[in-house]
Nanobody, 127 residues
Framework: QLQLVESGGGLVQPGGSLRLSCAASGFTLDSYVIGWFRQAPGKEREGVSCINRSGGTTRYADSVKGRFTISRDNAKNTVYLQMNALKPEDTAVYYC????????????????????WGQGTQVTVSS
């Protein structure tokens, strides 16, 4: 079965850190661009970050720039989202998504028609 599985979410205090993982099952991620998205209750889904196949190009939403870092380990078939200096407004369900693209620079990652989506992992930032 081809799927993406997110993990690493949880409850953290403001200012804290979490690292989310996005692991692929049934296919290899090295041919795929990966996007991270989040959706808070009552809000639309928001693009958070993107990384291209090689990891040489990354992009971030303004709301997380300087606090979040996306990376990938193709040998482990996993993409990570390191989240530091978390704020209550970062509370959401976080999803990863994969699309098979070559020579892509994440310019419009928020609007792509992704091939696979994970089930999401809850991140709650609260004291």
């Amino acid at each position: 079965q081809l799927q993406l599985v997110e993990s690493g979410g949880g409850l953290v205090q403001p200012g804290g850190s979490l690292r989310l993982s996005c692991a692929a099952s049934g296919f290899t991620l090295d041919s795929y661009v990966i996007g991270w998205f989040r959706q808070a209750p009552g809000k639309e889904r928001e693009g958070v970050s993107c990384i291209n196949r090689s990891g040489g190009t990354t992009r971030y939403a303004d709301s997380v720039k300087g606090r979040f870092t996306i990376s990938r380990d193709n040998a482990k078939n996993t993409v990570y989202l390191q989240m530091n200096a978390l704020k209550p407004e970062d509370t959401a369900v976080y999803y990863c998504a994969a699309i098979r693209r070559a020579s892509y620079y994440c310019s419009d990652y928020q609007t792509l028609d992704y091939d696979y989506w994970g089930q999401g992992t809850q991140v709650t930032v609260s004291s």
